[in-house]
T-cell receptor, first 115, second 115 residues
C-alpha cells in the first residue's frame, strides 16, 4: 500500500537559518512526489514535484527538495528561512502504476520560523 | 490563486441534512478530485472524475456522491450528515494528459460544520 510519513509534527527554526522538513514514502512502483503548503484558512499551494531526472528539484519561494531513492525520502529544504514561511507543509506521493492518479498525503508538518 | 474555485466557503448545517459543494476546475483541466481534510483523518482522497466520468474512488462514504457535468464543473453531495462529517473539503483539478505527471491544483476549500 502507498503511504507517506512526515515524522515531525512541528519544526522550529530561526529566521535566516536553513530549514528541512522530512518526508519518507512507500509505494509499489516508482513514485511521483509532491510538496504542498497550506496557510491558515487557505487551500493547498503547490511548491514542487519530482517526476524523473535530477534528484534535486527546485520549486517556488526558494524551496527545494532532494529525492533519495535508496532512503525513500523526499525532504524539503530552504537555505534561509523567512518568518512568512511559517505554515503547514504536506508531502504527497502518487504511484506511477495507479491509474487514478490520486495523491496520498502525509500527516503534515507545521513549520514555525521565529524572528 | 490556483484558478480552482469552490463554493460556498463555509457551510453550517444540522445533522441529518443534505448539502452540495461545488467546484469549478482550472480552464482546460479535465480531471477533478475531491479530498477531505479532518483533524483525525488528515487529508484523504474521496473521488475522482475525468471528463465527466468517475475514474476512481477512495474512502468515500455511501452517503456521499459526486458528479462532473459537461462544462466540467463538479459537485459533491453529502447526505444524512453526521457530526463527524465536519471537515474541510477540497477540490483539485489537473489536465491528466501526461500519465500522472500533472500537478493537482487545489481550490480554497469549503469548510463544513455539522451541528
Amino acid at each position: 500500500a502507498q503511504s507517506v510519513a512526515q515524522p515531525e509534527d512541528q519544526v522550529n527554526v530561526a529566521e535566516g537559518n536553513p530549514l528541512t522538513v522530512k518526508c519518507t514514502y512507500s509505494v509499489s512502483g516508482n513514485p511521483y512526489l509532491f510538496w504542498y503548503v497550506q496557510y491558515p484558512n487557505r487551500g493547498l499551494q503547490f511548491l514542487l514535484k519530482y517526476i524523473t531526472g535530477d534528484n534535486l528539484v527546485k520549486g517556488s519561494y526558494g524551496f527545494e527538495a532532494e529525492f533519495n531513492k535508496s532512503q525513500t525520502s523526499f525532504h524539503l529544504k530552504k537555505p534561509s528561512a523567512l518568518v512568512s514561511d511559517s505554515a503547514l507543509y504536506f508531502c504527497a506521493v502518487r504511484d506511477m502504476r495507479d491509474s487514478s492518479y490520486k495523491l496520498i498525503f502525509g500527516s503534515g508538518t507545521r513549520l514555525l520560523v521565529r524572528p | 490563486d490556483s484558478g480552482v474555485t469552490q463554493t460556498p466557503k463555509h457551510l453550517i448545517t444540522a445533522t441529518g441534512q443534505r448539502v452540495t459543494l461545488r467546484c469549478s476546475p482550472r480552464s482546460g483541466d479535465l480531471s477533478v478530485y475531491w479530498y477531505q481534510q479532518s483533524l483525525d483523518q488528515g487529508l484523504q482522497f474521496l473521488i475522482q472524475y475525468y471528463n465527466g466520468e468517475e475514474r476512481a474512488k477512495g474512502n468515500i462514504l455511501e452517503r456521499f456522491s459526486a458528479q462532473q457535468f459537461p462544462d466540467l464543473h463538479s459537485e459533491l453531495n453529502l447526505s444524512s450528515l453526521e457530526l463527524g462529517d465536519s471537515a474541510l473539503y477540497f477540490c483539485a483539478s489537473s489536465v491528466e494528459g501526461h500519465r500522472g505527471r500533472d500537478t493537482q491544483y487545489f481550490g480554497p476549500g469549503t469548510r463544513l460544520t455539522v451541528l
